[in-house]
Every structure is written in C-alpha cells, then in structure tokens.
C-alpha cells in the first residue's frame, strides 16, 4: 500500500523559508514522477512543482525562481525548498506520485497524472 507523508509546513511571515519533505513508504520508486500540490480554502488544488525520475523538473509560474523541487538518492524522498514566500503561498501542500512502474521522465502538473497523495502539510505565510 503505497503512502505518503508530508512534514515541514508551518507559519511564516512573508519573505520566509521553508522546506517541505515527503516520505513514500510501500513502494520502491524507480521510474515514477512525483509532484507537490497546493489548494488554499475555496480554490481549486494546483501543481506547485513536478519532478521526474532522471531529475528533470517543472514549476508553475507563480513558484518558479523560488521553489525548489528535489528528490534524494533513494528516489523515496521529496523535498520541496520554498523561499521568499508571499501570502498567496497560502496552502495545504500535498506531494503526489504515480502507479509503480509508470516510466516518467516529463513531470506534469496535472491532477490527472498522479494517483496517490499525501494528507499535506499547512503553510501559512502572514505578517
């Protein structure tokens, strides 16, 4: 059973760091990508970053240049270094990955491409 469980969220103000982690347990990641999510109470969840099995990575506009996707050597692990943050980061960040065995080396920022997600960390960056 393949689970997932994000740490790091908290409160900031704007400006702040944080480094989001995201353990997957049940599963050997080999060839799989991973991704983080984010949804702020009454918007719709969107991909934050998306990585894939050799490295290759995407970000959404509103993050790229400050959020920083990475995996560790394992492949289990999923960090996500966030600086400068503003209010509108605002979020439940959630990490999401695909059925094993999926070959992806092109990250998505779609739903549609993951199948399994985390509960999420909150984060919230306010002065």
């Known amino acids: 059973q393949v689970q997932l469980v994000e740490s790091g969220g908290g409160s900031v103000q704007p400006g702040g760091s944080l480094t989001l982690s995201c353990v997957a347990s049940?599963?050997?990641?080999?060839?799989?990508?991973m991704g983080w999510f984010r949804q702020a109470p009454g918007k719709e969840r969107e991909g934050v970053a998306g990585?894939?099995?050799?490295?290759?990575?995407i970000y959404a506009d509103s993050v790229r240049g400050r959020f920083t996707i990475s995996q560790d050597n394992t492949r289990n692990t999923l960090t996500l270094q966030m600086t400068n943050l503003k209010p509108e980061d605002s979020a439940m960040y959630s990490c999401a990955t695909q059925r094993a065995t999926t070959y992806c080396v092109y990250p998505g920022l779609a739903l549609g491409v993951y199948n399994y997600w985390g509960q999420g960390t909150q984060v919230t960056v306010s002065s």
């Open positions: 049940g599963y050997t990641r080999s060839t799989e990508c």
């Open positions: 990585i894939g099995s050799t490295g290759r990575t």
